[in-house]
């Protein structure tokens, strides 16, 4: 799944793993994870998130290659959220994943002022990392609704970090989408909406995608 800093995919991709039974793979909350672990990995990924720069290709594609050969996405498939999202991601899944591809990629559309507005009141479980926001707050006092973990701001959702993300998505991510088109996996989705709406929309593709296939 593609898309703008806050487009929703993490929520999006959350949704659609549980409707297809079918892991989550985010290289975002894999780095949180072990930066928050402190790894050798976790310390060398910290800096580039607080500060919102992208973390380099070579370590992205490792974490991935490491998480594709796991038994799960083997047997089951999967749900990429926030990768590829460099033109050298993109050329690097495709290599990991031969002769086989990717079904389908899901660009999620949103304006910018929207990006922004949602990422400035989004906030997340520091235990799982569901996503709340100011206007969807968990039922009880800032703890999470799922697993009773603390609900915080995101450390990389300060006005400055967002900015580089947003600029960093237009000149590194959003060729993707044409890149994509050109090789005819694109479904294009418009993000505005609630949530419940825009996972129908999100389904509906995908089920399209898979009845085409075995036509
Ligand atoms: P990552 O965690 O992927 O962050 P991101 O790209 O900045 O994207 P976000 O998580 O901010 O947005 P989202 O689209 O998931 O929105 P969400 O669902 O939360 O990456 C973090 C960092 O890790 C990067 O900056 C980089 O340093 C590094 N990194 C990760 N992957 C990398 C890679 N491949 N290469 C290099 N570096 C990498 O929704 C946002 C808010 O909106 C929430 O509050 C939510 O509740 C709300 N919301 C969602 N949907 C709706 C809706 N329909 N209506 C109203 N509100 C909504
Ligand atoms: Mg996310």
């Known amino acids: ?13 959350v949704r659609l793993s549980r409707h297809y039974v079918i892991p989550h793979i985010s290289t975002g909350d894999l780095f949180r994870t072990a930066a ?25 594609i490792g974490v991935v290659a490491e998480r594709l050969a796991e038994d799960d996405t083997i047997r089951k498939g999967f749900v990429l959220d926030g990768f590829p999202r460099t033109l050298a991601q993109a050329e690097g899944l ?4 031969a002769p086989d591809d990717l079904d389908l990629v899901l660009d999620l559309e949103i304006p910018k002022e929207v990006a922004l507005a949602r990422l400035s009141e989004r906030r997340v479980c520091v235990s799982c990392g569901t996503n709340y ?30 900015r580089r993300r947003l600029m960093l998505y237009e000149e590194e991510t959003a060729p ?40």
């Open 133 to 162: 926001s100011l206007s969807r707050p968990p039922k009880f006092d800032w703890t999470c609704d799922i697993c009773g973990g603390e609900v915080v701001q995101r450390e990389d959702d300060s006005e400055e970090a967002i």
């Open 1 to 13: 799944v593609l898309g703008k800093q806050g487009a929703g995919k993490g929520t999006q991709c």
């Open 94 to 97: 495709a290599e990991l994943l």
């Open 176 to 215: 993707l989408v044409a890149w994509y088109e050109e090789r005819g996996k694109l479904a294009v989705i418009d993000g505005l909406g609630e949530p419940d709406e825009v996972q129908a929309r999100m389904v509906a593709a995908i089920d399209a995608a898979i009845r085409s296939r075995h036509q």
């Open 36 to 60: 928050a672990a402190q790894t050798p990995y976790g310390k060398l990924v910290e800096h580039y998130i607080a500060e919102g720069e992208l973390v380099p290709d070579d370590v992205v």
